[in-house]
């Protein structure tokens, strides 16, 4: 937790008066809100832009200036989190059911800072990549990726019931491809006709890494 404190912290010092701030999602992000929130109570002005209900529920339930994309198309700063960063800053994302309004806001915004704790570092990418699939393509989005040689689980919910929906009313579930030695070629092959997104964030949208330790936060930059 102290990891999450200390990454939240550091990215509330790139944040400027005037800013719009596009949210992302997630445990991390959730500290961000509250640190931000604690800086708006002192006099700091800003407006976000949440990419998720619950960023969306959490920033109104603590007075922040909530917008979308029609007031303001370009944030000046989008800060999420993310369950896997690897060398290059290529991102996994989604391991929460958030992605696709996460790329969206993400890919929208002026810069991208992704906040996360030491434990989300790693050398290549590793774990299943989520995806948001249209119920009605549910079918041969399964036998697309089965033909691709990867194996597709749908997301099991609270209690194992099946199925996790997204906050776009979609399915979420995970594409097993082992250890991604290429996640540009991975994201461009997952773009099969209803696969509405998937959690691949490819490191030419990040401006920076923002790494929580024990003992304080690194920021990493490309
Ligand atoms: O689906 C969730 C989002 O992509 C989150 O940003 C990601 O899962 C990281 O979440 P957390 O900060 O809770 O580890």
């Known amino acids: 937790m102290i990891e999450k404190v200390n990454c ?11 800013m719009v701030i596009g949210l992302g999602s997630g445990t991390t992000v959730r500290v961000f809100v509250e640190m ?4 708006v ?14 960023s969306h529920m959490l920033a109104a339930e603590r007075g922040l200036t909530v917008m ?3 007031e303001c198309p370009e944030p000046d700063l989008c800060v999420d989190g993310a369950d896997q960063v690897d060398s290059e800053f290529n ?31 790693v050398e290549r990418l590793n774990m299943p990549v989520p995806v948001e699939i249209l119920e009605f393509a549910y079918g041969f989005v399964n036998r697309k990726i089965g033909e691709m040689g990867y194996a597709l689980k749908l997301r099991e919910g609270k209690g194992k019931l099946r199925p ?27 773009k099969i006709p209803g696969i509405v997104e998937n959690g691949i964030f490819l490191a030419e949208m990040v401006n920076g890494v923002i790494v929580g330790k024990k003992d304080g936060a690194e920021v990493l930059k490309r």
Do not use: C, H, Q, W
């Open 91 to 121: 991102l996994i994302k989604g391991g929460g059911g958030a992605l696709t309004r996460e790329k969206i806001v993400a890919s929208a915004s002026k810069k991208f800072y992704v906040i996360v704790d030491e434990s989300k570092m």
């Open 36 to 39: 931000l929130a604690e800086k």
């Open 41 to 54: 109570r002192e006099g700091l002005d800003v407006a976000v832009i949440p990419s998720s209900i619950d």
């Open 68 to 70: 979308s994309l029609l």
């Open 8 to 18: 939240a912290k550091k990215a509330i010092e790139f944040i400027e008066d005037g």
């Open 164 to 190: 996790v929906i997204s906050d776009n009313g979609n399915l979420i579930a995970d594409v097993d491809a082992g250890v991604i030695e290429n996640p540009e070629d991975l994201e461009r092959e997952l």
